[in-house]
């Protein structure tokens, strides 16, 4: 009987843990939903008085003392946390915006959606992607200054043969052209060896760059076929796809065959490793140069899902045209910016 007790005790302490935890961070995303709605009607004020009452720039200097001398147990009434407050929003000037996609982002993340990206659209996108995938703001600037809007999708492939409505239209974008591996560092001749050991040391920022949804199932993987063993240089699984991703890495251009070798690797790994639920495997060819046409020839008549991108192991922004580098920061800009985030600066 005691023993029967200390099971249903077990599983009613288990579940009120659950739910004090759920509650917990719900309350917690509740706070910042509320003190981002705060922060926009604090700008909207600010805005509305200047635009409409003419209020010079001294009334924010004003302001901020005042509601730091009511409110001293507050932080971010600054000077420049106000002005933050105005640009947040003068930026998003729809209410409807701000309780749907950026109040469920911490202010920090706001910061630098402000900081770095000055068209609307290019905003809203990156906000809608951090609050899908839960971006911390060093991992939100981090996508904002490799351009992962211009990068997403663009791999050549051929899911919409090989892949049914949609899962094809998932997987191409997931899908990445170039990849950034900027924090690697490898010598100009490297092979793919010292490629394949730089990511992963690095394997965490390597699953950042591939995106939510990889899971990393091994590398040199062993596949015995017939009576020889092949193995492939990084696995994966997708837990959005269901499916078991092949990463077959490339530090020379790309060659057709590629797309033959990874044709045999999808179909052994269907084969050997696939369950009974999982969707059809897919093979991602990371070359370092691609000829665009040469790769749709390769893939157009293979039956497995394949596509084939580039890498890269310096920042994007050091191949950029002169007129795309003036637009994104430098790192005096950069290191200035951390300095003046609202939740480090209280007193000017």
């Not at 029967?4 to 917690?28: F, H, N, P, W």
């Not at 509305?48 to 409110?71: P, T």
């Not at 070798?261 to 495997?281: E, T």
């Not at 994007?316 to 002169?322: I, K, Q």
Request: proline residues 4%; contains cysteine.
């Amino acid at each position: 009987m005691a023993e029967l007790l200390s099971i249903g005790y077990d599983a009613l302490l288990k579940a009120i843990k659950e739910r004090v935890s759920t509650a917990q961070v719900r309350a917690a995303v509740a706070v910042n939903t509320e003190l981002v709605r705060l922060y926009w009607s604090i700008g909207n004020d600010i805005l509305q008085k200047q635009q409409v009452e003419g209020w010079g720039s001294k009334v924010i200097d004003r302001l901020s003392r005042d509601l730091k001398a009511s409110f001293p147990e507050m932080q971010g009434f600054s000077r420049t946390s106000l002005l933050y407050m105005r640009a947040f929003a003068a930026a998003w000037p729809d209410e409807a915006i701000v309780q749907r996609v950026v109040g469920q982002l911490p202010w920090r993340q706001n910061i630098a959606l402000l900081d770095k990206l000055k068209d609307p659209e290019l905003r809203l996108w990156y906000a809608q992607k951090a609050v899908e995938n839960g971006w911390s703001q060093p991992v939100l600037v981090h996508q904002i200054e490799t351009l992962l809007h211009e990068r997403q999708g663009r791999a050549v492939t051929n899911f919409a043969s090989t892949l049914p409505a949609p899962q094809s239209d998932l997987a191409q974008a997931l899908l990445k052209d170039p990849y950034s591996f900027d924090f690697l560092t490898l010598a100009p001749d490297a092979q793919e060896r010292h490629l394949e050991a730089g990511l992963l040391v690095h394997i965490r920022e390597f699953l950042l760059e591939l995106g939510q949804g990889f899971a990393f199932v091994g590398s040199q993987y062993e596949l015995s076929v017939g009576d020889q063993d092949f193995r492939i240089d990084l696995l994966f699984y997708h837990l959005k796809l269901r499916c078991f991703i092949v990463i077959d890495l490339k530090m020379r251009a790309f060659e057709p065959e590629f797309a033959g070798k990874m044709n045999f690797y999808l179909s052994a790994v269907d084969d050997l490793l696939r369950h009974p639920g999982d969707a059809s495997s897919i093979g991602v060819i990371l070359c370092k140069t691609k000829n665009t046409m040469v790769a749709e020839y390769a893939l157009r008549d293979m039956n497995k899902p394949i596509g084939v991108s580039t890498h890269l192991t310096e920042l994007l922004t050091r191949s950029l045209p002169e007129s795309l580098q003036c637009a994104l920061p430098t790192i005096a800009e950069l290191e200035s910016e951390a300095a003046s985030v609202p939740f480090r600066e209280e007193e000017e």
